[in-house]
């Protein structure tokens, strides 16, 4: 099931998935405002310091499960939890059109 859609342009993200952003997004860090926002055509998101990790290592290479491995070693925090936060992040980001696998 490695990003299958079940339906016309919904991804289904699941262990196997190579998230990626699309190029109209840009995650970008505001010096002037001291965070991390992405950029997306004509709105800013502010995503929290957790989204910031995952998406970062968000490269269309690395696995869903690669990603919360690195996560969980990088956090000292189990790598089951830290996969399940991942992916309910991950698929709420796919299905707004955020992330694209």
Known sequence: MTGETRSPGRLIV????????PPYLKLRHDAGRGRWVLLAPERILTPDQTAVAVLQLCDGKRTVEEIAA????????????ITADVLDLL???ADKGYIKG
């Open 91 to 93: 698929q709420g980001l």
């Open 70 to 81: 690195k996560l969980a070693e990088e956090y000292s925090a189990p790598a089951d939890v």
């Open 14 to 21: 699941d262990r196997e998935t190579k998230p990626h952003m």
